[in-house]
């Protein structure tokens, strides 16, 4: 969990160009994992990684430039990118590799950067999302893009994609990869077809964020947090309120999780903007009540 400014419940003294630090929480209380020097200017971002793996941030670091940092056990080494466009995904498999997207999709291996591949879709209509395992990656864009890559190998566009565009993705195998598009479906793909599942979601752009654990696929919407439960999808919790269009002004962010009881999901609720702590929190849901962090 990225949080800029000053923390001094945690020893961050308030003062100007405090950065940005990642806090973890074991159960009994927030602590310090590591803190940025100051002086990022722009906000680091934090993306997903195998269970208990290093951690990986991207952002513009003051001292270094554009790039990628694999935060681990307190300690930062950071690689600048390629293309220092700024991230729009990324997916940590191990302590030495790592997928982003930027302009186009990067791998870090072996103290690397090399460009995966281009599929040639125009700056503003970037990839959106990347899975990846220590066999290559999946990746998804506006237009029903949707690519895959192994090894060292060119990315290869998919046949057959449902039209939509896909903002999430999350795989148990190449033959059991799930997707989540602006339209609020979520897809499953087998490596042969398609089977397309709507969820009821309300939100007007869709599914997010997804994660998965031994079959049960998570999503979020800005306003919906719900899960495929191996064979129908479920709404476990939508957001306090919308605006007069629709839209959450209340929302769920990022999703993560370490088995089916324990899942972790981050939302702003207005409700709460007069607590000491502020309306953004993160509540784990156990696999059938929430409990709020």
């Known amino acids: 969990m990225v949080g800029d400014g000053c923390a001094p419940d945690l020893g961050v003294q308030c003062g100007g160009g405090e950065g940005a ?19 990022i200017t722009e906000s ?33 080494a950071f690689h600048a990118t390629v293309d220092g466009y700024g991230a729009y995904g990324g997916f940590a498999v191990g302590p030495d590799l790592a997928y982003v997207i930027e302009a186009s999709l990067l791998r870090y291996s072996g103290g690397a950067w090399s ?24 990746v998804t864009g506006y237009n029903q893009t949707i690519a895959t890559q192994e090894g060292t190998g060119p990315m290869t566009t998919l046949s057959g994609v449902p039209a939509g565009e896909y903002r999430a993705v999350w795989a148990f195998g190449r033959n059991d990869v799930w997707f989540g598009n602006t339209a609020a479906q979520l897809l499953h793909y087998d490596g042969s077809k398609w089977q397309v599942h709507s969820t009821g979601a309300n939100s007007m752009d869709g599914i997010r964020n997804l994660w998965g654990v031994s079959g049960t696929v998570y999503f979020t919407t800005s306003r919906e947090f719900g899960r495929w439960n191996g064979s129908q999808v479920e709404i476990l919790l939508e957001a306090a309120s ?4 629709g839209e959450a002004t209340d929302f769920f962010g990022t999703i993560w999780g370490r088995s089916a009881n324990e899942v972790f999901i981050a939302i702003r609720d207005s409700r709460y903007r007069n607590n000491a702590c502020g309306s953004v929190f993160m509540l784990w849901f ?3 009540q929430f409990h709020q962090f």
């Not at 997903?48 to 056990?73: E, H």
């Not at 591949?117 to 999946?138: K, T």
């Not at 919308?242 to 269009?245: E, I, R, S, T």
């Open 21 to 39: 630090s990642i806090k973890f929480n074991s159960g009994s209380g927030w602590q310090l994992l590591y803190q940025f020097p100051p002086g």
């Open 44 to 76: 680091p971002r934090l993306w997903p990684s195998v269970t208990d793996g290093a951690l990986l941030v991207t952002g513009t670091f003051d001292q270094y430039g554009v790039g990628m940092a694999f935060i681990d056990n307190g300690v930062s």
């Open 115 to 138: 460009t995966v591949g281009d599929l040639g879709l125009a700056d503003w209509l970037p990839l959106l999302a990347v899975w990846a395992d220590p066999q290559g990656a999946i």
């Open 242 to 245: 919308a605006d007069l269009v």
């Open 286 to 288: 156990d696999g059938a």
